[in-house]
């Protein structure tokens, strides 16, 4: 095996570093969105939440519209890795693998509904942009799924009940409480897909 330079270590220590510091400052940046608005997430605040110098956080990003953005890219690419080609379609019956993907996808969304309600008032498109490409995705994957379980459907319009799921699981969700995000808000989705699908 050949040996890396003490070059190709360095740099990829210091690519290492910046990604955690990143990661730091948009974990920063959504507690201060969520705590004090559009407005009041401010580069100084996100960066004193972030425990770093203003100037580490110009280093990565060109303006706080900039984090935002990068922000909502991570938060979208976390729940879509779920359903991402390499997971497949799961085997199990239809009910409790939607409720295990729920729950994945629960558990992905760090910040849940508090972020998504602040991050609507980013005013670049970028969340819209993200998230009509996110259920797009979401849609296919649906469609797949159910169109391997379709034996133990009541409806019959494949294309109308991904609508239905896909809508009605991402509704909810972004509109849940605190209270209700998490588990029972997986309990409520998986019960009312079901007296749709199965019952």
Same mark, same amino acid.
């Given at each position: 095996m050949p040996r890396r330079s003490a070059k190709s270590l360095t740099r990829q220590a210091k690519q290492a570093r910046a990604k955690t510091t990143v990661n730091v400052i948009l974990d920063? #940046? #959504?507690q201060v969105l969520i705590r004090e608005g559009y #407005?009041?997430?401010t580069t100084n605040r996100i960066a004193e939440r972030a425990g770093v110098s203003v100037g580490s956080v110009y280093q990565y990003f060109d303006d706080k519209d900039?984090?935002?953005a990068r922000l909502i890219d991570r938060e979208v690419e976390a729940v879509l890795s779920i359903f991402g080609a390499g997971n497949g379609i799961p085997e199990e019956s239809l009910m409790p693998a939607?409720?295990?993907l729920l729950t994945v996808a629960v558990d992905a969304w760090s910040y849940g509904p508090q972020l998504y309600r602040q991050l609507e008032h980013?005013?670049?498109?970028?969340?819209?942009?993200r998230v009509t490409e #996110?259920?797009?995705l979401l849609s296919g994957f649906i469609r797949s799924m159910l169109e391997t379980h379709r034996a133990e459907l009541r409806v019959r319009d494949l294309d109308v009940a991904t609508f239905v799921v896909v809508n009605a699981s991402t509704g909810?969700?972004?509109?849940a409480t605190t209270?209700?995000?998490g588990e029972p808000l997986v309990e409520i989705t998986v019960e009312l897909l079901e007296r749709y699908l199965i019952a």
């Open positions: 920063a #940046a #959504a #407005a009041g997430a900039a984090v935002f939607l409720r295990r980013v005013p670049d498109d970028a969340l819209r942009r #996110a259920k797009t909810l969700s972004t509109n209270e209700m995000y």
